[in-house]
């Protein structure tokens, strides 16, 4: 029984690896979606602002419905995540191109300060979901009046 050699060629296993992680960081930066087997998974933009009183986070959740939407918050992460479904799958359709994700998706954002989550509240319009994040007392800036004496 003959067995072949093939030599290793280690530099082409590294560019095989870095391209699967220039595919993969690529995915990340673009929210594009994460084709796992039958389901995608596919992360929305978000911005996350600061101003004196809140931290105020919105991201692109188009044609979602409020309950497929869930919103979580912990110590200092904020958690979005839900499910974008397809209204129904019909097979006679000869797709040439397609960009539209459905599936899940699930995005953490930190939070810079803490907040009072007792009092945070959220909005969707037009594809668009508002979290407003009042921070918490004890972050807020505090004006001291100085006495003259």
Excluded at 128 to 137: D, H, N, Q
């Amino acid at each position: 029984m003959a067995r072949e050699i093939f030599p290793v060629d280690p530099f082409r296993e590294l560019l095989s690896i870095r391209e699967e992680l220039d595919r993969l960081f690529s995915t990340l930066a673009t929210g594009r979606g994460v084709r796992e087997g039958r389901e995608t998974l596919w992360l929305p933009a978000v911005d996350v602002e600061e101003t004196d009183d809140a931290v105020i986070v919105r991201a692109e959740v188009p044609g979602m419905e409020k309950d497929d939407i869930k919103v979580t918050i912990t110590d200092d992460t904020l958690v979005i995540s839900g499910e974008r479904r397809e209204e129904k799958e019909e097979k006679e359709k000869n797709y040439h191109h397609r960009e539209i994700y459905y599936g899940k998706f699930y995005r953490a954002v930190r939070l810079p300060v803490d907040v009072d989550r007792e009092k945070a509240k959220a909005s969707y319009k037009q594809g668009i979901l508002e979290i407003v994040l009042p921070k918490s007392e004890r972050v807020k800036p505090r004006t001291i009046d100085v006495e003259v004496r």
